[in-house]
Protein backbone atom coordinates (compact mmCIF):
# COMPACT_ATOMS: atom_id res chain seq x y z
CA UNK A 1 0.00 0.00 0.00
CA UNK A 2 1.17 3.67 -0.92
CA UNK A 3 0.40 6.34 1.81
CA UNK A 4 0.60 8.89 -1.97
CA UNK A 5 -2.04 7.28 -3.33
CA UNK A 6 -5.28 8.06 -1.65
CA UNK A 7 -9.13 6.82 -2.08
CA UNK A 8 -11.56 9.59 -1.30
CA UNK A 9 -15.15 8.18 -0.85
CA UNK A 10 -17.08 10.86 -2.42
CA UNK A 11 -21.32 11.43 -2.19
CA UNK A 12 -23.10 13.84 -2.79
CA UNK A 13 -22.97 15.42 1.34
CA UNK A 14 -21.37 18.26 2.72
CA UNK A 15 -19.15 16.22 4.45
CA UNK A 16 -17.65 14.60 1.08
CA UNK A 17 -16.83 18.05 -0.02
CA UNK A 18 -15.02 19.26 3.53
CA UNK A 19 -12.92 15.43 3.08
CA UNK A 20 -11.92 16.71 0.14
CA UNK A 21 -11.09 20.57 0.84
CA UNK A 22 -8.98 18.92 3.80
CA UNK A 23 -7.16 16.52 1.68
CA UNK A 24 -6.15 19.43 -1.07
CA UNK A 25 -4.81 21.53 2.24
CA UNK A 26 -2.46 18.75 3.25
CA UNK A 27 -1.41 17.13 -0.76
CA UNK A 28 -2.04 20.48 -2.49
CA UNK A 29 0.47 20.22 -5.26
CA UNK A 30 3.16 17.97 -3.84
CA UNK A 31 4.69 15.64 -6.54
CA UNK A 32 4.11 11.99 -6.35
CA UNK A 33 0.84 11.88 -4.98
CA UNK A 34 -2.34 10.29 -6.63
CA UNK A 35 -6.22 10.66 -5.31
CA UNK A 36 -8.75 8.51 -6.44
CA UNK A 37 -12.64 9.77 -6.08
CA UNK A 38 -14.76 6.86 -5.28
CA UNK A 39 -18.59 7.28 -5.57
CA UNK A 40 -20.60 3.89 -4.78
CA UNK A 41 -24.25 3.77 -5.85
CA UNK A 42 -27.07 2.66 -3.80
CA UNK A 43 -30.26 3.00 -5.75
CA UNK A 44 -33.89 3.88 -3.88
CA UNK A 45 -35.45 1.04 -3.41
CA UNK A 46 -37.57 -0.50 -6.22
CA UNK A 47 -40.74 -0.62 -4.00
CA UNK A 48 -41.20 3.20 -3.21
CA UNK A 49 -42.06 3.70 -6.95
CA UNK A 50 -45.38 2.72 -8.70
CA UNK A 51 -43.79 1.01 -12.14
CA UNK A 52 -40.29 0.73 -13.72
CA UNK A 53 -40.54 3.68 -15.52
CA UNK A 54 -40.82 5.49 -12.45
CA UNK A 55 -37.98 3.86 -10.34
CA UNK A 56 -35.51 3.98 -13.27
CA UNK A 57 -35.81 7.93 -13.74
CA UNK A 58 -35.65 7.85 -9.91
CA UNK A 59 -32.19 5.50 -10.37
CA UNK A 60 -30.96 7.94 -13.19
CA UNK A 61 -31.28 11.40 -11.41
CA UNK A 62 -29.44 9.93 -8.41
CA UNK A 63 -26.91 8.93 -10.74
CA UNK A 64 -26.91 12.58 -12.30
CA UNK A 65 -26.74 13.77 -8.42
CA UNK A 66 -23.87 11.63 -7.33
CA UNK A 67 -21.80 12.53 -10.65
CA UNK A 68 -22.32 16.01 -10.01
CA UNK A 69 -20.99 15.89 -6.50
CA UNK A 70 -18.18 13.90 -8.41
CA UNK A 71 -17.25 16.42 -10.39
CA UNK A 72 -17.52 19.45 -7.66
CA UNK A 73 -15.40 17.53 -5.52
CA UNK A 74 -12.76 17.05 -8.46
CA UNK A 75 -13.70 21.36 -9.06
CA UNK A 76 -13.14 21.50 -5.16
CA UNK A 77 -9.47 19.51 -5.12
CA UNK A 78 -8.46 21.60 -8.57
CA UNK A 79 -8.97 24.90 -6.83
CA UNK A 80 -7.18 23.85 -3.74
CA UNK A 81 -3.91 23.25 -5.70
CA UNK A 82 -3.76 19.55 -6.60
CA UNK A 83 -2.90 19.37 -10.05
CA UNK A 84 -5.91 17.84 -11.92
CA UNK A 85 -3.48 15.07 -13.48
CA UNK A 86 -3.28 13.52 -10.14
CA UNK A 87 -6.93 13.07 -9.89
CA UNK A 88 -8.48 10.11 -11.14
CA UNK A 89 -12.46 9.40 -10.75
CA UNK A 90 -14.61 6.25 -10.45
CA UNK A 91 -18.09 5.30 -10.16
CA UNK A 92 -19.68 2.32 -9.17
CA UNK A 93 -22.99 1.65 -9.83
CA UNK A 94 -25.16 -1.43 -8.07
CA UNK A 95 -25.56 -4.00 -9.99
CA UNK A 96 -29.33 -3.63 -9.52
CA UNK A 97 -29.73 -0.76 -10.96
CA UNK A 98 -30.60 0.26 -14.10
CA UNK A 99 -27.49 2.64 -15.00
CA UNK A 100 -24.99 -0.54 -14.01
CA UNK A 101 -23.70 -1.26 -18.15
CA UNK A 102 -22.24 3.43 -18.20
CA UNK A 103 -21.03 2.26 -14.84
CA UNK A 104 -16.87 1.91 -14.51
CA UNK A 105 -17.78 -0.99 -12.52
CA UNK A 106 -20.39 -2.86 -10.86
CA UNK A 107 -20.97 -2.90 -7.00
CA UNK A 108 -21.52 -6.58 -5.37
CA UNK A 109 -23.89 -4.86 -2.60
CA UNK A 110 -22.07 -5.61 0.46
CA UNK A 111 -21.50 -3.24 2.99
CA UNK A 112 -20.31 0.69 1.90
CA UNK A 113 -17.55 0.69 4.12
CA UNK A 114 -15.70 -2.98 3.10
CA UNK A 115 -16.53 -2.11 -0.69
CA UNK A 116 -14.39 1.35 0.12
CA UNK A 117 -11.57 -0.86 1.79
CA UNK A 118 -11.65 -3.28 -1.04
CA UNK A 119 -11.41 -1.10 -3.68
CA UNK A 120 -8.35 0.67 -2.05
CA UNK A 121 -6.68 -2.16 -1.16
CA UNK A 122 -7.35 -3.06 -4.68
CA UNK A 123 -6.13 0.26 -6.62
CA UNK A 124 -3.11 -0.47 -3.82
CA UNK A 125 -3.92 3.29 -1.92
CA UNK A 126 -2.45 3.40 2.03
CA UNK A 127 -4.59 6.42 2.61
CA UNK A 128 -8.47 6.34 2.53
CA UNK A 129 -10.44 9.70 3.38
CA UNK A 130 -14.23 9.88 4.19
CA UNK A 131 -16.68 12.24 5.53
CA UNK A 132 -18.46 11.77 8.90
CA UNK A 133 -21.81 12.42 8.28
CA UNK A 134 -22.41 13.12 11.66
CA UNK A 135 -25.04 10.82 12.74
CA UNK A 136 -25.88 10.60 16.36
CA UNK A 137 -24.80 7.60 19.01
CA UNK A 138 -28.28 6.32 19.50
CA UNK A 139 -28.50 5.90 15.50
CA UNK A 140 -24.82 4.93 14.55
CA UNK A 141 -25.42 1.86 17.72
CA UNK A 142 -28.71 1.06 15.48
CA UNK A 143 -27.31 1.22 12.25
CA UNK A 144 -23.72 1.92 12.39
CA UNK A 145 -21.53 4.67 10.22
CA UNK A 146 -19.55 3.84 7.29
CA UNK A 147 -16.54 5.64 8.43
CA UNK A 148 -16.36 3.94 11.95
CA UNK A 149 -16.81 0.65 9.92
CA UNK A 150 -13.85 1.95 7.90
CA UNK A 151 -12.03 2.66 11.16
CA UNK A 152 -12.71 -1.06 12.42
CA UNK A 153 -11.88 -3.10 9.34
CA UNK A 154 -9.20 -0.97 7.81
CA UNK A 155 -5.90 -3.40 7.77
CA UNK A 156 -2.69 -1.67 6.49
CA UNK A 157 -3.62 1.48 5.61
CA UNK A 158 -4.18 5.35 7.24
CA UNK A 159 -7.75 6.51 7.48
CA UNK A 160 -8.56 10.25 7.86
CA UNK A 161 -12.29 10.68 9.39
CA UNK A 162 -13.16 14.82 8.50
CA UNK A 163 -15.57 15.98 10.18
Not at 105 to 117: H, K, P, R, T, Y
Amino acid sequence: MDPKKMLIAVDASENAQRAAEYAARIVGATPGFSLTLLTLERPPERDLYKDDAAHRAACQAREGEMRAAQGAIKAVLVAGGVPAGMISAHYVASCKSPQAEGADQCSLGQSIALEILDFAKAQGCGTVVVGRRGVSKAEEFLFGSVSSKIVHNAKNCTVWVIS
